[in-house]
């Protein structure tokens, strides 16, 4: 290697930053280590209306339950 630029397309540093990091290290890459972390630092809490999504959810089917258990039951 003389200097010389090898044959094929020019990847920018942000697509071969993955290829030299070592294989065992996920997060983070010597790189990354000092980098500056944007967005959210702490876990997310769930959100109430998933809590009332899921509520709704089973009550929904057990109302159904209940009814086709109901009109099975009143079968001649």
């Known amino acids: 290697m003389n200097g010389e630029r090898p044959p094929g397309p020019h990847l920018p540093e942000t697509l071969t930053r993955l290829l030299r990091a070592p294989k065992s290290a996920i ?10 972390r944007l967005g959210r630092q702490k876990p997310r809490q769930p959100s109430r209306a998933i809590l009332g999504v899921w509520l709704w959810a089973i009550l929904y089917n057990l109302v159904g339950f209940a009814i086709l258990a109901a009109l099975w039951r009143t079968m001649p």
């Open 27 to 36: 997060w983070p890459t010597p790189e990354d280590r000092h980098r500056q």
